[in-house]
């Protein structure tokens, strides 16, 4: 049998390349996510078992202040639509996704909080966020393991990790495995999930 000749650096695909075919088919998923959203699960029109939940309170300084626990916010859809713009209601509590480069958060390179939309729970910090290529505000981790959860998401027909609020039920995107050290993930979220506070600004009550 020939021998196969060993792939050159210039054949094998680079990481970029990598980047940009993977945003472009997320940005065309993007696209049919929001012309036709999925059933709201538990998980994106929010959970209705009430209970407490842990999750790790942050000032505005960015500093950790303490454990807590918290009773879970339950509203009903109604509800969720009159606090949340249509964007944000279709994409945290119906599991939407938003069009790649159209949230105000993806670009933005100031310093500071990412706290959820719906119940301001602080999610991510700006020390962990980085240039994905994708459109999407992404992070290498949240600020507080207790602060965010995961399921499995078999939508669209991909399986994939689902990345929610602990203490809202809130979708803010999803996690991949493909991002820069030290955790080597990439947590694509929504701009239309979060709401970002500078250092030093405190959250709305």
């Known amino acids: 049998m020939k021998e196969q000749p060993e792939k050159t650096d210039r054949q094998r695909p680079s990481r970029r390349a990598f980047l940009i075919t993977s945003a472009s088919a997320c940005g065309a998923l993007a696209l049919w996510s929001l012309q036709r959203p999925r059933v709201a699960s538990a998980a994106g029109g929010g959970s209705?078992?009430?209970g407490?939940?842990?999750?790790?309170?942050f000032g505005a300084n960015g500093k950790k202040t303490g454990k807590q626990e918290l009773a879970r916010v339950i509203k009903t859809d109604a509800e969720w639509q009159k606090l949340?713009?249509?964007?944000s209601y279709q994409v945290a509590r119906q599991a939407g996704t938003e069009r790649p480069y159209t949230g105000d958060t993806w670009n933005l390179h100031d310093h500071g909080l990412y706290r959820c939309i719906c119940c301001d729970t602080a999610l991510f910090s700006s020390e962990t966020k980085f240039?994905?290529?994708t459109g999407w505000p992404s992070f290498y981790e949240p600020i507080a393991k207790e602060n965010v959860k995961s399921q499995g998401d078999n939508s669209h027909g991909m399986l994939r990790d689902e990345v929610l609020c602990t203490r809202c039920d809130a979708h803010l995107g999803h996690v991949f495995d493909d991002g820069p050290p030290p955790t080597h993930l990439r947590y694509c979220m929504n701009s239309a999930s979060l709401n970002f506070f500078p250092r030093g600004?405190?959250?709305?009550?």
């Open 48 to 50: 209705k078992t009430p």
């Open 52 to 57: 407490m939940v842990t999750i790790i309170e």
């Open 84 to 87: 949340l713009s249509p964007i």
């Open 131 to 133: 240039e994905s290529g």
């Open 201 to 205: 600004k405190q959250q709305s009550s």
